[in-house]
C-alpha cells in the first residue's frame, strides 16, 4: 500500500439517529460506509437536511454516532472519551466552517497561533509559524488585523491557515464558499486544495457549491441521510 | 509554562466586552469597599478599645475578681486596698480610676459615655495622646475625646451636663472612641461624688520598680489580696479587644459573608451571560480541541482577573471615601491594615473562583457541534 493509498477515513455503517421527547425520531445518517485516502478529497454534496453536516460532525469527532464505526488515521474514535477527542481532533483534524468561525477578538495571526499555542508551540514560535501559513495562503499583510477589518475572502484565507496550523491528516469543510461571492469563493477553494494536495492531506467538503466539483477526486451525493450516488473523477 | 507562553485569551476575552467588564468589576468593586469598611471599622473598635490602657504608663490593672475589661464588665475595689497594695515589694507607683456610664448632656441631646475618674496628680490615669489642653483638671472640668468633640462642635471652654453639673472642657485627647461609645474624663474626686459611693475606685494601675519580675509580683499580689483580678498590660490591652471582637465579630462576618456573596452573583451573572452570548466561541475552543480543562481555567482567569481588578478598583474607591466618612461621622475610627488589605485581596480571589462556579458548569453543556450552527 503506497502512501497515497493510506486510508484516513474509515467508515462503516454509520447512522445518526435523533430522538425526541414526543418519540419521533429522525433518522440523520443511515449505513454510510466510505473510506478516504490520504492526498483525497471528497466532495459530499445533496439538499439541506440530507444529513451532511452531521456526517462530517461524526468523522469530525464532534458528534458520537448511534452505530457503525470510524476510523480515522487508524484509530477507533468511537470509544474514545471525551477528553481523548478533544486530543485527537486537536493532532488530527482541522476544520473550515461557513461562517469562517474566527474568533474576533483575535487578530489573523492570533487565530492561527491559538491552534498551535493549544498544540503546546508557546510564543514567540508560533507567531513565526502563524506568519508562515499566512503567507502561504497570501494574507501576511494583514496578519495584524481583527476579522472585522477583514473581507470574507480574507477571513476565510485565515481559516484555512488555521485549519493548516496543526498539521493535521484530515481537513473538513463544512460549506467553505457559502458565505463568499463567487470570485472568493473560487479563489478560497482553489487554495485549500491546492495547499491540501502540496501538503498531501486527505479533505472532506461538504458544499452545493457545484464549482467544487472540478477539485474533488470523488463525489457523493447523500439524500434522507443516505449515499445515493458516488461518483470517481 | 505551556500556559505562559501562549495568547493572553482569558484577558481579551474580557476586553472585547468593556461594559460588562466594567459592571463586573464595579460590583466587585463596591462589595470590597464594603469588607474593607468591615475591616476598617473592626480595627478602628480594637484600637479605640485598648488605646487607653496602652498609652497609660501602667504596667499592671487590677480590677475586682471576675472583672476581665474596661469596656463591659463591672469592677469597684476599696479604696482601702491602697494602703496594702503599697506595702508590696517592688510597687513603684499605684493610683486608681473610677468608671462610671454617664449621660451626658451636649448642645440639647442626651449621651451615654464611659466617664473615667482619675487622679490628675498621677500620670498613671490620664487621657493620652492630648490633642489639645490640659490633662491637669481641675473640679468642673473634663476631658472629651476628639471624635465626640468632632460629632458635637466642641472646643475648649466649652460645658457639658452630668446630672445636673456643668463640666467645661480643658482638654481634648485623641484614642478614647471606642465607636458604640466614647470616654470622657474628670477628676477622680468628682467621679466619686457622681457615683455617690466614697472611696471607691473600679480599677488600680501600677507601675514596679525597675528590675521587678512582673509575673513574680502579679503572683504575690493575688496571693496577698483576695478577691482581685491582676493583669499584666499586655493581657489587659488583650481582654479589652476580646470583648469588642466577642461583640463585634459575629456581626461583621455576617455583613462581610452577604457582601462577598453579592460580589459572587455580580461575577456569576456576568460571566454566566458572556458564555451565553459567545457560546460558538466556546464551541469553536472545543472544536479545534481546547480541552475542558483549558476552558474551565479560561473562564476561571477571566472571573478572577475581573474580581482582582474589582479588588483595586475597590481599594481606591475606598481610599476616597474614608476621609468623607469620617468628616461625616466623627466618631468613626477607621483603620486599614495591611492585613486587612490581604484578607479582603485573599476573599476577591475566592469571589473570583466561587463567580466562575456556575458558568464552566454552563461551559460544559455547550457542545463543540454547535460550531457547526
Known sequence: ?233 | MKILASLPLARRMIWREKARFLFTTGGVGFSVVLMLFLFEVYEGVKKGAANYVLHSPAEIWVCEDNSTNLIRSSSFLSAALEKEMKKMEGLENLTGILRLLGAVKVKGHTVTLLLFGFDPKSRLGQPSPLVRGTATIDNGQIIVDKAFAAKYSLSLGDTLEIQGNRFQIAGICAGANAIVTQFVFINLKEAERLLKFQDVVSFYLLTLKKDVNQAEFIRSLKKAIPGISVFSKTEFVQNNIEEIKTGVLPIFWTIAIFGGAVGVAVITLMLYGSILEKREDYALLKAVGASQKYLFLLVTRQSIFSSSLGFLFGLGLNGALTPLLVNLVPELSLVLTFASAAWVFVASVLIGTAGSLAPVRKLARIFPMEVFR
Open chain 1, 1 to 233: 500500500m503506497g502512501v497515497r493509498d493510506l486510508p484516513i477515513v474509515e467508515i462503516e455503517h454509520l447512522a445518526k439517529t435523533y430522538f425526541s421527547n414526543s418519540s419521533v425520531t429522525v433518522q440523520a445518517v443511515v449505513d454510510v460506509s466510505l473510506e478516504v485516502k490520504q492526498g483525497e478529497t471528497l466532495l459530499i454534496s445533496g439538499p439541506n437536511g440530507s444529513g451532511k453536516t452531521t456526517l462530517l460532525s461524526m468523522i469530525g469527532c464532534l458528534l458520537k454516532p448511534y452505530s457503525g464505526t470510524i476510523k480515522i488515521c487508524g484509530n477507533n474514535v468511537i470509544g474514545l472519551s471525551q477528553r481523548e477527542l478533544a486530543l485527537f481532533r486537536l493532532k488530527n483534524i482541522g476544520f473550515i466552517f461557513q461562517s469562517f468561525r474566527l474568533l474576533d477578538f483575535l487578530t489573523a495571526r492570533e487565530n492561527v497561533e491559538l491552534i498551535l499555542n493549544l498544540t503546546g508551540m508557546g510564543r514567540p514560535d508560533s507567531s513565526e509559524k502563524a506568519e508562515m501559513l499566512l503567507d502561504e495562503v497570501e494574507i501576511l499583510h494583514r496578519a495584524d488585523f481583527f476579522p472585522k477589518a477583514l473581507s470574507g475572502g480574507e477571513k476565510q484565507r485565515v481559516a484555512i491557515a488555521r485549519a493548516l496550523a496543526n498539521d493535521p491528516r484530515l481537513v473538513l469543510a463544512d460549506e467553505p464558499t457559502g458565505s463568499l461571492d463567487s470570485h472568493a469563493g473560487q479563489a478560497a477553494i482553489h487554495l485549500l486544495c491546492h495547499l491540501a494536495q502540496k501538503r498531501n492531506k486527505a479533505v472532506i467538503i461538504v458544499s452545493h457549491d457545484p464549482r467544487i466539483r472540478s477539485y474533488a477526486r470523488r463525489i457523493i451525493h447523500m439524500e434522507d441521510g443516505r449515499i445515493k450516488e458516488e461518483r470517481q473523477i
